[in-house]
């Protein structure tokens, strides 16, 4: 497998080679990089070669193919991210980091399904984060054409790639739905108090409560076959208020996950075959770093940032998302 | 391939979720997955035209994806024309 962590001071050779970088790694490791033709995001937890690797001294490095014609990096805010979908060259994709918890985020996650041309053109990226232990640690992305770190805001590159090249967006999901209630909202958001269960209304807080549920394991929906998640990020008993990682969207049908054994054998049988060659990035998510303890652990022929929250055309929870680029 | 006009009965029979075509590209199963749960909550004759302008304008940005086009005739059958 070809290395993918390296030192800042490789990371900064690179970037003065004229590379297309798209770089991951801890606040410290990205600051005072050189100016070029890079976007990073903060995070300190990583699919490395040698599998799940926490660490805030190297820097997670996806180099663009050489084939690839032209990038452009620009930076969106909460007020002009719908531009996202028809932005993104006909012949090609974009890369997008969004900072967790900032305005830009909350809109992406909440309106993305209905931007403007959404999932017309390849959008994948990643939510950044910062160590789970570090409460005073913001996340941040990082405009390299600049050099300058956002709080707020998006920062993309788009990437325009030769008409005989192909790209797709795919994720790997080992969840799917569980055999129990259909659960339905009201309402798009973070958040939920009343629901209907199987058409009944009931309030969330006291159904997870009552049942007992484990909330690692994510809401999933069924779109077509494509098991989308959404994960529960605490239960606010008090409030009679669930909360989410991603917001739920109203009208679509929710069960909560099967429980899974093992991650890593599950997410093996999960891989489409062929995908190692074709393969330019991936990403996965934190709660599956953490609650299959992938520390240490190999998740096949991926490796790449591990996120707080997956964009493979819009927000996902739990899920590896990945690109690849193929001969047409 | 050519992309049914948006006059073509296919395209309200696609987000009316009346079949259910097996479809290979994550975008076109998110994409119609949301449109069919639109036309559920709202199948009125201007949310109905919009999402079925919506879903042609996405095969027309992917005609040269040969998975959308798969995708394509999975709603459409055997009768889309090259």
């Known amino acids: ?328 | 391939m050519i992309i049914p006009d948006e006059s073509d009965p296919g395209w309200v029979r696609a987000i009316s979720g009346q079949e259910s075509p097996k479809l290979e590209l994550l975008a076109t199963k998110i994409l119609l997955g949301r449109l069919t749960i639109i036309y559920e909550m709202d199948p009125s004759p201007e949310m109905t035209k919009k999402s079925v302008t919506e879903l042609r304008a996405y095969f027309i940005r992917n005609i040269d994806v040969p998975k959308a086009m798969a995708d394509l005739k999975a709603i459409f059958g055997e009768g889309v024309r090259k």
């Open chain 1, 1 to 328: 497998m070809k290395p993918v962590m390296y030192s800042k001071e490789t990371v900064a050779a690179m970037i003065a080679d004229g590379k297309n970088l798209l770089l991951a790694g801890d606040e410290k490791s990205l600051q005072g990089l050189p100016p070029g033709s890079w976007i990073a995001g903060t995070i300190p937890y990583f699919m490395g070669e040698q599998g799940g690797v926490f660490t805030q001294d190297q820097i997670y490095v996806t180099e663009l193919p050489p084939y690839v014609l032209k990038t452009e990096v620009r930076v969106y805010n909460e007020t002009d991210i719908h531009q996202i979908y028809n932005d993104t060259p006909q012949h090609g994709f974009s890369i997008i980091i969004i900072p967790a918890i900032c305005p830009t985020h909350f809109t992406f996650a909440l309106n993305a399904p209905r931007f403007p041309g959404f999932a017309t053109r390849p959008l994948i990226g990643w939510i950044a984060g910062t160590a789970m232990n570090e409460e005073i640690a913001v996340p941040k992305v990082f405009n390299g054409v600049r050099g300058a770190a956002l709080e707020n805001g998006a920062v993309v590159m788009h990437v325009e790639l030769p008409e005989s090249k192909l790209v797709e967006i795919n994720i790997v999901n080992i969840f799917e739905q569980g055999e129990g209630d259909t659960i339905t909202f009201p309402n798009d958001g973070f958040n939920a108090t009343e629901v209907l269960i199987n058409g009944q209304a009931k309030n969330f807080a006291d159904y997870l409560r009552e049942n007992a549920v484990d909330t690692r394991l994510p809401l999933v929906a069924d779109l077509y076959g494509a098991m989308i998640n959404t994960s529960f990020h605490s239960v606010n008993f008090a409030k009679s208020q669930v909360n989410f990682y991603a917001p739920v969207f109203a009208g679509f049908r929710y069960k909560l996950a099967k429980p899974v054994g093992d991650y890593v054998s599950h997410f093996q049988d999960e891989v489409p075959e062929g995908v190692g060659d074709k393969l330019v990035f991936a990403c996965n998510c934190i709660l599956n770093y953490l609650y299959a303890g992938l520390e240490g652990r190999k998740t096949a022929q991926f490796t790449g940032p591990v996120t707080f929250g997956e964009i493979a055309y819009q927000l996902l929870n739990q899920t590896m998302a990945y690109l690849t680029i193929e001969d047409a």
